[in-house]
């Protein structure tokens, strides 16, 4: 089955020493450094074959590969650190607290799920009601608003949960604020109070990350509800990271699930357990497998997950495709514009992104 | 008396009479003349006073002046320390 | 080449699948005596160039680059497909490569020297090259040097060397032995043919080569060929300049070229006439 392609076992024997990877030969490996280059995952399996040691007998030409994205990955941390220093000082004038997401929050927390993540945009958080202060700031600053179109301004403004991604000016650095978690009009309505109340305080004045159990949730409903899945198997794996690191904690399983439900974000979770178990073979206690299946849908559309998400979260590579794979990826990208927004006002955003990229003007 | 030191995170090479300078936290690379050269070379093991620096390199500086040598070595202190090179402490 | 030839450049493999003529011409008259790589063996960089579209095939026919099911770049006129391969191959070996610090130079060895030519398109430095490369340099690239951040060692991949306009012709000049490839017309740089790499440099490069000069070269009309001794300082932070990736490479690539700069010796050469310009790198003498 696909699902055993070498990057996957690869996978699990650098996070769970499941099998050996004594016996891959040179071609093995070179199809383990194409899948990762296209999952966005060859930083990542670098450092933690560098961690067990393994780095260093690997064939040349593999071993190059890796010590090239172990480069990348590097010059990324550093590059980013830097970033967030410049943004925080930013928002710290303006009063505005910048709570950490993603890619950034696990390197300044210091998680586990740093380890070789590479990401391209810095995504924070800031409260709703200070959104404008926080972006006349960095507008002061030297941020630029990069999408200027009428249509998609109001896009994100009035209906998602984050303004258009900005971009500074020389250093050319990304920048995603969101106000939520999710776009006010998708389907799921977590409260997100809740997050800020919970959120965990860094040593780094007014900086924040979500607490450990939203963190998870935040991966796994953000993983759930995405229509492309470059990066799924990579998510799929900081997923790993997070509950293989949180879990040290008895309580925490408890505590996950509970949140879960509170939020109203147990379907999402049951997909990430599911899903990372199924892959990578996540350590997941039996009765907490048992427990969030109560969040599953109904067995048929089980079944009909398991045949998209088995394909998508694959990598994006001819070697794990068949022929079913392009249509899974398609239904999954309707499904997840479904989830974010409802018929009476997705129809015509889909029209009009049809339209114009029809006579090839930006989306 | 305050002392001067080599920030922790640059490291550098002399290249003949000049030196070039790696800065970790920032990622900045600078290519510095002999006087900067000299003044790193002497407190990259220790940190020294100004006084002990002006001793040991008055004779590199063209000008007999001590007034006119203590300026220019201040300036250059001034400006390695704000390129993130030297430490100024107290 | 439809299904993927596989072949190696220095100790770069390579898979290049095309139906394209022009592609398949380019690579019989300039790739001919390259090794060829078992189907067991690791490649580096699977590579594909074809039309677009079916209807791209007819209509203002384009040529697409993929790297191994990534297309980097807008699709070229078709005309230009032989090049789009030695652009997309550079794009290839320049993001995907930091276990190397890679600099945008031409790099020739001579009796276990190796001289490092830094420079911009434009400058002079491919026809120099070319020139020295017709005159007994071995050619380890003409595009780039790259530096192993583990040993130090300088890696050849010696491919077709790309000549433009006047320089094309200032070659076929320079000597008689010399075979090139199609010249593609209308490229966003003008005309540009390549020039077959001779035999002697595909042969095994001398293992303890290092370099030991740097020459930055610029051509100036009707001016005097001369060389200018640059301190090593100033030939440091200018090699930065003409850096795929110092920057990323962070204090390994200060490293890494601290050592390259300081067995090395640097001169500014300008120069108009190209047999004083060779003639006077050899001049130089061995160190």
Known sequence: ?363 | MSKISLVDSVIFRLLGDECVTYLGNSGDTHLLDSISAAIINEVKENPLSKDVLFNILSESFESDDETEINLCLDRYILELSSLGILNTEN | MANGLRFKVGDVHISISSTIPEVVEHFEVLYCSYELVDESDFIDFYIQILAPSFFRRFIRPQVNFSFDGFSPFKPLPYSQAAAMFEWGLNWCITTHSHQYLMIHSSVVEKNGEILILPGASGKGKSTLCAALVCSGWRLYSDEMTLISIENGKIFAVPRPISLKNQSLNIIQNFSNDIIFGSTITNTAKGDIAFMKVPEQSLEGVVDDAIPSKIIFPFYKGQSVTHFQTVSKGTAFMQMIENSFNYNALGKTGFEVLSKIIENCDCFNLSYDSLEEAVSGINRLGKK
């Open chain 1, 1 to 363: 089955m696909i699902i055993n392609s070498p990057l996957i076992v690869c996978l699990r024997n650098i996070l769970h020493d499941e099998t050996k990877l004594s016996n891959f030969e040179a071609m093995d490996w070179e199809l383990i450094v194409r899948q990762a280059r296209k999952a966005n995952l060859l930083s990542r399996t670098a450092y933690l074959l560098r961690e067990k040691k393994i780095l260093a007998s690997l064939p040349d030409k593999a071993r190059g590969h890796f010590i090239s994205a172990l480069c990348v990955y590097d010059a990324n941390v550093q590059a980013y650190s830097w970033e967030v220093g410049q943004i925080n000082s930013v928002l710290s004038e303006a009063g505005v607290p910048c709570l950490l997401l993603k890619g950034v929050a696990y390197i300044e927390s210091n998680l586990m799920s740093m380890k070789g993540r590479v990401f391209s945009d810095v995504d924070i958080m800031v409260p709703k009601d200070q959104l404008k202060k926080a972006e006349r700031a960095l507008i002061k600053h030297g941020w630029i608003t990069s999408d200027l179109d009428p249509y998609n301004q109001k896009y994100y403004r009035l209906w998602m949960h984050e303004i258009p991604p900005m971009t500074h000016l020389t250093r050319h650095s990304n920048l995603d604020i969101h106000h939520s978690i999710l776009p006010p009009t998708a389907k799921l309505k977590p409260d997100n109070n809740k997050f800020w109340e919970s959120s965990i305080s860094l040593e780094k004045n007014n900086l924040y990350t979500l607490s450990q159990v939203d963190i998870v949730l935040h991966s796994a409903t953000h993983l759930f509800h995405e229509g492309e899945f470059d990066n799924g198997l990579r998510d799929l794996t900081d997923l790993d990271l997070l509950l293989g690191e949180f879990s040290i904690d008895q309580n925490f399983w408890v505590k996950l699930l509970n949140r879960a439900r509170e939020q109203g974000l147990g379907r999402p979770l049951f997909y990430a357990m599911r899903y990372s178990n199924i892959f990578l073979q996540t350590d997941i206690p039996a009765n907490v497998l048992k427990d969030i299946e109560s969040e599953a849908p109904p067995k048929f559309l089980v079944y009909i997950m398991d045949f998209l998400f088995l394909r998508a979260l694959l990598p994006n590579h001819v070697s794990c495709s068949d022929q079913w794979t392009g249509l899974a990826r398609w239904i999954l990208y309707i499904r997840s514009h479904l989830l974010r927004m409802p018929l009476y006002l997705l129809i015509p955003h889909l029209l009009r992104k049809s339209w114009m990229g029809f006579f090839g003007k930006k989306r």
